[in-house]
Each structure stands twice: as C-alpha cells, then as structure tokens.
Nanobody, 119 residues
Framework: QVQLVESGGGLVQAGGSLRLSCAAS????????MGWFRQAPGKEREFVAA????????NYADPVKGRFTISRDNAKNTVYLQMNSLKPEDTAVYYC????????????WGQGTQVTVSS
C-alpha cells in the first residue's frame, strides 16, 4: 500500500495563490502517475490535473488550464499543485491520488486538504 499525505491548503483571497504538496510513502511509486482531484460541497469529485512519472505528460481540466501547474520531484516522492489566480469556484477539498501508470486507474488516495477562496 502507498500512503499519500496532502498539505498546503488554506484560506486565500480571490486572485491569490497556493501551493499544494502530496508526499507518497510505502510501496514504491516508481513509474506511477499522480493526479489531483477536488470535491466542492454538494458536488462530485472532479479531476484537476495529472502528471506522468517522467513529467513528460501532463493533463489539466479546462477550468484550471493556464492557472494551475502540476509538477513532481521523484527524489522526494512528492507531487505539487501550484494554483494561481484563484477563484471562489476553486473552493473545494483537494485530493491527490496515484495510478500505476499513465492512463491507469487511481488506486490510492490521500485524505484531502481544504482550499477556500474568498471573494
């Protein structure tokens, strides 16, 4: 099993920035893809961004393109989500997840970190 621990959430004003981190531990995460998802109150969990093991491939949901950047440091087994130009509609619990390969099913999830953007 792999454990994922998110951090970096908080309260920020609209237009501000936050950087989320997700540290992985446990079984090897070699070759794994990692992603960020979010769930707002009363809504289903939705995809935000994903990154392949080499970081050669990334993917973003349309609402965050141009504002969010996903990156990873494999030496630290950590994935990041830099969030700029935040909007109130970005308010949600953000989760990181890991998949055994690019395009594979996410099989481990973190506990989530709250991001609140005030208008």
């Amino acid at each position: 099993q792999v454990q994922l621990v998110e951090s970096g959430g908080g309260l920020v004003q609209a237009g501000g920035s936050l950087r989320l981190s997700c540290a992985a531990s446990g079984r090897t995460v070699s070759r794994s893809s990692m992603g960020w998802f979010r769930q707002a109150p009363g809504k289903e969990r939705e995809f935000v961004a994903a990154i392949s093991w080499t970081a050669f491939s990334t993917n973003y949901a349309d609402p965050v393109k141009g504002r969010f950047t996903i990156s990873r440091d494999n030496a630290k087994n950590t994935v990041y989500l830099q969030m700029n130009s935040l909007k109130p509609e970005d308010t949600a619990v953000y989760y990181c997840a890991i998949a055994p390969k690019w395009g594979g099913l996410y099989d481990s999830w973190g506990q989530g970190t709250q991001v609140t953007v005030s208008s």
